[in-house]
């Protein structure tokens, strides 16, 4: 599951996208609108996350269908929100291996319906796990299935999710509910152009 970034307000996206000095190879979003992923038109920054707390990573999917619509969940918490699928990585799992296994475990997504593509974006934030305060570094990958592929009743673990909703591009980017991640919009933009990121995209929020 996803949990929200603290210390940061729903509507702080970052909704352009740059080429950064965050390191080699990742991008990072910034709060300017740049015509296509990768190109080097407004300042970047950095993630404003704590380094040196304990890291917990995970791997979430931005899974399109046939007409480039997204499959977020939906979570009550903090006055809910909407989110991609995925979690944390099991001890020795694959980024790619976790993708595929949180689908199944939250939508019933056999791993064999599954086009599992590049790593679009990677997102860091600091959240509580328990009682213990971690940076958790999002990895998300490109994905196809077909909403057929989706079976709930078969999921094992859907945790806390409310439902379950394909959303469009234009739905998106009008909506007035919290969708995380903040940039989601143009990811999927820039894929159903055919622009894919030559670097994995930081995004913030």
Do not use: K
Request: proline share 6%.
């Amino acid at each position: 599951m996803t949990t929200p970034p603290r210390g940061l307000h729903p509507r702080q996206a970052l909704a352009g996208l740059s080429c950064g000095r965050g390191g080699p190879g990742l991008w990072l979003a910034d709060q300017t609108r740049s015509p296509l992923i990768g190109t080097c038109a407004v300042r970047c920054q950095t993630d404003g996350v704590n380094a040196s707390l304990p890291l917990r990573e995970a791997a979430r999917a931005v899974l399109l269908d046939a007409d480039h619509r997204v499959l977020l969940l939906r979570y009550a918490e903090h006055g809910g929100y909407w989110a991609t699928p995925g979690g944390s990585l099991e001890e020795g799992e694959t980024h790619a291996a976790a993708t595929l296994r949180e689908l199944s475990e939250e939508l019933g997504i056999s791993p064999t319906s599954v086009q599992l593509g590049m790593q679009l974006a990677q997102r860091s934030t600091e959240q509580l796990v328990g009682e213990r305060e971690v940076r958790q570094v999002e990895r998300y990958f490109l994905a196809h299935a077909s909403p057929a592929d989706v079976h709930v009743d078969q999921a094992t673990q859907r945790d806390n999710i409310q439902t379950h909703r394909w959303w469009t591009l234009g739905e998106l980017r009008s909506t007035r509910e919290t969708v995380y991640p903040a940039g989601l919009a143009d990811l999927i933009a820039a894929v159903a152009d055919g622009r894919h990121p030559e670097r994995p995209v930081i995004l913030a929020g």
